[in-house]
């Protein structure tokens, strides 16, 4: 099955910075990849996805690129603020499989 | 605009109790997806349901069930609960037909077994 590596599992970042998380995933034939922001007792919120065909997608100050052959896709936040602070999620899936996350990243942006 | 709704928000059992928990989809979509996620842990796959039927099984344990109703909520059953069952259960809808892959997420039901 699917493998989702996720790196780095906490980053802190003062406001204004930039911040990047990067994953792997194991399975080639995987080709949907969404990031999934969590908050404190909320659920899940999807914040951007890419599939397979595009190598990199943006909106607003949240982008995402994802590199087929290497098989690893990173979310980048520019000019973060302190409401981007959250546990953020990567996953992969093939087709109609069920997702498989990533362990999760706890970005701190410091005011 | 409609979201994952999931019943209830929280729930305490004892050791060896049943538990069922609950999910209403996002209407029209077609797939549900149950996931347990332990503390400072990712979601982990339990299974799913795709047009009321089964369609993908991942790491569910025995003791649990589920199953998705004709009005499309679903229904995660959970018998002799165990203290490593205590976790935050997340539902998701999705409607693959329609092209929509990303999950809706509820806001998940905490149970806490004692």
């Known amino acids: 099955g699917e493998n989702v590596e996720q790196h780095p599992s906490t980053l802190s970042v003062q406001e204004g910075d930039s911040a990047v998380i990067k994953c792997t995933y194991s399975d080639s034939a995987s080709n949907y990849f969404p990031w999934y922001k969590q908050e404190l007792g909320k659920g899940s919120q999807l914040i951007i996805d890419i599939r397979s065909n595009v190598g990199e997608k943006k909106d607003q100050r949240i982008a995402v690129t994802l590199n087929k052959t290497a098989k690893h896709f990173s979310l980048h936040i520019t000019e973060t603020q302190p409401e981007d602070s959250a546990v953020y999620f990567c996953?992969?899936?093939?087709?109609?499989?069920?997702?498989?996350f990533g362990s999760g990243t706890r970005l701190q942006v410091q005011p | 605009a409609a979201g994952v709704i999931q019943s209830p928000r929280h729930l305490i059992k004892e050791k060896r109790e049943t538990a069922t928990l609950k999910c209403y989809p996002i209407p029209r979509h077609d797939t549900v997806y149950w996931y347990q996620q332990g503390p400072g842990q990712d979601p982990q796959f339990l299974i799913s349901?795709?047009?009321?039927?089964?369609?993908d099984k991942g790491s569910i344990p025995d003791r649990f069930s589920a199953q998705q109703f004709s009005d499309y909520h679903s229904e995660l059953n959970m018998s002799s609960l165990e203290l490593g069952d205590s976790a935050l259960y997340f539902c998701?809808?999705?409607?693959?037909?329609?092209?929509?892959?990303?999950?809706?997420f509820g806001s998940g039901t905490r149970l806490t077994v004692v």
């Open positions: 996953a992969a899936r093939t087709g109609r499989r069920a997702l498989t």
């Open positions: 349901f795709y047009e009321k039927m089964q369609s």
């Open positions: 998701a809808s999705s409607s693959l037909e329609a092209g929509n892959y990303g999950y809706t």
